[in-house]
Nanobody, 122 residues
């Protein structure tokens, strides 16, 4: 099992910035999607952003122009820079590694970290 490790969360004021880091114990160069999700207790985990291994990015509408995802395959890491944080961004943020569809289902995988807490006060 591959365990991703997130860090960088904290308690900040509205309008502040944070940088989240996710480090994998293995090479991520071949991993199709490296992504960040977030979850509020009692609600479904939601996709925040992803960065594919061919350079495609996606951002949820609620973070566009505020968050930036970046992957550094040389460091086996993916980052999420967050700026202009608001109370509604308060959540546990999870790093995700996803193989995407493969020719053989048994070759597919998805890994998660334990999460890092981001709390934004008004």
């Amino acid at each position: 099992q591959v365990h991703l490790v997130e860090s960088g969360g904290g308690l900040v004021q509205s309008g502040a910035s944070l940088k989240l880091s996710c480090v994998a114990p293995v090479s991520i160069a071949s991993i199709k999607f490296m992504a960040w999700y977030r979850q509020v207790p009692g609600k479904e985990r939601e996709l925040v952003a992803y960065f594919s291994n061919v350079g495609a990015t996606y951002y949820a509408e609620f973070v566009k122009n505020r968050f930036t995802i970046w992957r550094d395959d040389n460091k086996n890491a993916v980052y999420l820079t967050m700026r202009n944080l608001a109370p509604e961004d308060t959540a546990t943020y999870y790093c995700n590694a996803d193989s995407g569809p493969r020719d053989r289902p048994e070759d597919e995988y998805e890994y998660w970290g334990q999460g890092t807490q981001v709390s934004v006060s008004s």
